[in-house]
């Protein structure tokens, strides 16, 4: 089992910025992979970003291309996901998940994952 904790949620502002935390406390960063998912009231969930934690290669939905980031922190079993230009529709409970497959890589809402965290939530305002 794989414990995972998000942080750095919160409100903020049209085109403002915020940053996401996910810790991993035990995992093997170089197993496979983490990735942040988003899920809003009355909508689908879908994969926002995605990193392959052996090599650092980097996956992002169609949606948030230039203006999210995800990286990590080996030695913290942490992943990052920086989130810049935000807006409204990206208002969502935002979950890191572990092991993510993506069977379309552009298209988010395609992708899985193995294990969950509890999520942050994310609130933009115009």
């Known amino acids: 089992q794989v414990q995972l904790v998000e942080s750095g949620g919160g409100s903020v502002q049209a085109g403002g910025s915020l940053r996401l935390s996910c810790a991993a406390p035990?995992?093997?960063?170089?197993?496979?992979?983490m990735g942040w998912f988003r899920q809003a009231p009355g909508k689908e969930r879908e994969g926002v970003a995605i990193?392959?934690?052996?090599?650092?290669?980097?996956v992002y939905a169609d949606s948030v291309k230039g203006r999210f980031t995800i990286s990590q922190d080996n030695a913290k079993n942490t992943v990052y996901l920086q989130m810049n230009i935000l807006k409204p529709e990206d208002t969502a409970m935002y979950l890191c998940?572990?092991?993510?497959?993506?069977?379309?890589?552009?298209?988010?809402?395609?992708?899985?994952?193995?294990?969950w965290g509890q999520g942050t939530q994310v609130t933009v305002s115009s």
């Open positions: 035990g995992y093997t960063a170089s197993t496979n992979s």
């Open positions: 998940a572990t092991d993510v497959g993506l069977p379309e890589a552009g298209d988010g809402h395609t992708w899985y994952a193995t294990y």
């Open positions: 990193i392959f934690t052996g090599g650092g290669n980097t």
